[in-house]
């Protein structure tokens, strides 16, 4: 599993820094992913985690690396929903916004559990959903500062091709991605969880 994960990682991060469409947008974008492959090298053995949050992740990894080497507005695939939908614009990057919520929400969901942070489930949930809406807001906010620090990556590490909404829009979808994957996930996560002796 390991070696495979870091062979579609490596696969998929080279192929995406190979002429990508900008970039400095290729670098904002694909960093998260980078770190994030980082930080699960170095924590493989002392804390690692459940095959499906492993999975998830890189799911969540190769949909950065594919916005940063076209830019989220001109992903191919984005285009094809688009034209065949008869749609005004490329909304590859709420399908990014939707991972932001959903896999981050696993995420969380594993280290509070494994940690005992909650008593509750309920506040547990709570607290998963609010976590991974301000984890988005910051997101948000980071955009914003990219673009007022830099004109010619702007329009393309914002993506909002026109759409006055996209923020609000952009932190409400991954909101939904947060309740879907508590609500679609946690039993299959749960028993990950126990069949590995986690909790």
Known sequence: MRIVWTAVFMMVLVWSGIAPKDFMTWCLEVFPAVVGGVVLWFTRQRFPLTPMLYVLILIHCIILMV????????????????????????????????????????????????????????????????????????YELIEWWVALLSDEAADSFLGTQGYIWDTQSDMGIALLGAVLAILLLSKVHDRQMRERGFV
């Open 67 to 138: 916005g940063g080497h076209y830019t989220y507005a001109e992903v191919p695939i984005g285009e094809w929903f688009r034209d065949a939908f008869d749609g005004t614009r490329n909304n590859y990057d709420k399908l990014g916004h939707l991972a932001q919520g959903f896999v981050p929400a696993m995420i969380a969901r594993e280290l509070v559990i494994r940690k005992k942070v909650f008593n509750s489930a309920r506040w547990r949930d709570f607290f998963i959903v609010s976590f991974c809406l301000g984890f988005s807001a910051f």
